[in-house]
């Protein structure tokens, strides 16, 4: 199994980030190996009856990377290149994040092989449903706590939510997050991650003495994450000049116009044929001058071929991995791009989250004010404790955020001790 992950392009991504980091910290062999690898590796094969009648098998995963600090968390996604690499190393990199930003968790991460845009609503269902049936004696409240990711929504979650929960006899809301109000989800936590990122990118702007209002970004990916981004961003005074989703790109000079832009979008499935913007060849768009660039798709976009020529002050990475290290060295070298690296960037999804559990264990519910108030906050104390641990070693920021991470994992496996 070893040599299977480290064979995914992925999880050796995410491998060599963490074999540089154990160097820096010269963790023990024991604890570097008990870190690195996986706890839980579970594979399901789902078969569904699809609307004409046949029946189909898809391929599920679930990665549990650690359950020393507390229950994993982390999302589910549906996509048709997920394999159990890619979900590895996305469980990897939550337990740094959980970690980082001192939430009592560890990483997990799920996903489905599929193309969830050929499949109608009744087949969405009948898998998740079929998903969570299988997957019932590996999760809980205590164990792991999933959530929505790439091409999975609340209502997703609300499926999962009912599928448990009828297998308890009782109604547990506190086996899932990003679940609909109604069914007891918090406020806030749609928006969380595209918000978390827009925050930060001010933070950042700010530590670069650069001013906030009239500020320009360009933002890849217009989902769940890239949408409220831009919107909050648009809020803070920001001006986003080109957006791109898997459709084409769009951009305006004098900056798009975030609600018509939503509409648009809601109205034809993606963001080309925007009126009020000019077309762009997507990977153009990612070269042109801007302050904050925010990748906020999948994984490895910015790579040694494309690095060379961003234009961007600051690298807010809303996707998870979208820099590879070959790429990470050349941002390195250069010294004129300010990244916000991924673990910290879109943490504010796993935190509101983590909220949105607290919230159904007290059977208390807190306004999205108060909601979006605290993940401002932990997110601040977070960045600027990533300034001062950067500061102190004399290491670049996706360094000095993995190390923390790693750190603190490390430490309590070393107090917990190995048993038997």
């Given amino acids: 199994m070893k040599e299977q ?32 690898w996986p706890k839980r590796i579970l594979t399901f094969s789902l078969p569904v009856r699809m609307d004409d009648g046949r029946t189909e098998v898809f391929f599920g995963y679930r990665v549990q990377h650690h359950l020393s600090r507390g229950p994993v968390k982390g999302g589910l996604r549906f996509h048709p290149k997920v394999n159990v690499g890619e979900v590895a190393a996305l469980a990897m990199w939550m337990n740094w994040k959980c970690s980082l930003m001192n939430l009592p968790y560890g990483g997990g991460k799920g996903g489905i092989t599929c193309d969830p845009r050929q499949l109608s609503i009744g087949e969405q269902e009948r898998l998740t449903r079929r998903f969570a049936q299988e997957i019932t004696p590996f999760i809980g409240p205590e164990v792991d706590v ?35 109000i109604d069914l007891q989800g918090s406020e806030g936590r749609t928006q969380a991650t595209g918000h978390g990122v827009a925050f930060l990118a001010t933070r950042a702007l700010n530590k670069l003495r650069l001013p906030v209002q009239g500020a320009t970004a360009i933002v890849q990916g217009y989902g769940n994450v890239g949408s409220y981004a831009v919107e909050t961003m648009n809020a803070y005074g920001m001006k986003v000049l080109g957006v791109s989703d898997i459709s084409g790109a769009v951009w305006n000079e004098k900056g798009l116009n975030p609600d018509q832009l939503r509409q648009h979008v809601a109205e034809n499935g993606g963001v080309a044929g925007f009126p009020g913007a000019d077309p762009i060849d997507p990977d153009d768009m990612l070269l042109q001058p801007c302050d904050v660039l925010v990748p906020a ?12 020529q961003l234009q961007c002050k600051i690298l807010a990475e809303a996707a998870n991995g979208p820099t590879t290290p070959e790429a990470d060295a050349i941002i390195e070298e250069r010294g004129d791009i300010f990244v ?28 999205k004010t108060e909601v979006l108030t605290k993940l401002e906050t932990k997110l601040n104390e977070a960045f600027e404790n990533l ?34």
């Avoid at 959530?147 to 939510?161: F, K, R, Y």
């Avoid at 798709?297 to 071929?305: G, H, P, Q, Y």
């Avoid at 955020?401 to 038997?420: C, E, H, I, Q, S």
Wanted: one cysteine or more; hydrophobic letters at 40%; proline letters at 4%.
């Fill in 297 to 308: 798709a999948l994984e490895r976009v910015i790579t040694k071929d494309n690095v060379g």
């Fill in 5 to 36: 992950l480290l064979n995914d392009v992925v999880f050796g991504m995410a491998a060599r980030q963490f074999d540089r980091v154990a160097d820096f910290l010269g963790l023990d062999q024991s604890v570097r190996e008990r870190c690195k």
């Fill in 387 to 420: 300034l001062t641990f950067c500061e102190q070693h004399q290491c670049d920021a996706r360094l000095g955020a993995l190390a923390m991470g790693v750190d603190n994992v490390a430490r309590v496996k070393k107090t917990r001790g190995l048993f038997p």
């Fill in 340 to 367: 916000l690296p991924d673990v910290l960037c879109n943490a504010g999804g796993v935190t509101v989250s983590y909220f949105e559990w607290v919230q159904n264990l007290q059977r208390f519910h807190w306004t």
């Fill in 146 to 180: 999933m959530a929505p990711d790439v091409g999975t929504t609340e209502q997703h979650m609300a499926w999962i939510l009912d599928t448990y929960s009828t297998h308890q006899g009782r109604f547990v809301p506190e086996i899932i997050t990003g679940k609909p």
